[in-house]
């Protein structure tokens, strides 16, 4: 088991950047892939990001490609999304979750990220 927690959300202008963290306990070294996720009010829920843990391979959606980056500490066991140059569209709560597996089965609570015009 794989308990993620994330941290870092809040209130930002346009143009301005936040630091996302998502760190995990439990059975870390049964991490296969940690992702970001982001979801609006009245929208489907969207994949934003993720890094996988065997060789550090990342991938971005288009819309954050160049402004968001995904990054992994394996010391402790956290994963970061920085972003930059955010958008009011950026404006979702985001959740952290991770494969073990073959399907995101482990999710954090999610935290609010608000840009303002």
């Known amino acids: 088991q794989v308990q993620p927690v994330e941290s870092g959300g809040g209130l930002v202008q346009a143009g301005g950047s936040l630091r996302l963290s998502c760190a995990a306990s439990g059975r870390t070294f049964t991490i296969k892939t940690v992702g970001w996720f982001r979801q609006a009010p009245g929208k489907e829920r969207e994949f934003v990001a993720s890094i996988n843990f065997s060789g550090d391979s990342t991938y971005y959606i288009d819309s954050v490609q160049g402004r968001f980056t995904i990054s992994r500490d394996r010391a402790k066991n956290t994963v970061y999304l920085q972003m930059n140059s955010l958008r009011p569209e950026d404006t979702a709560r985001y959740s952290c979750?991770?494969?073990?597996?073959?399907?995101?089965?482990?999710w954090g609570q999610g935290i609010q990220v608000t840009v303002s015009s």
């Open positions: 979750a991770v494969r073990i597996g073959n399907v995101y089965d482990n």
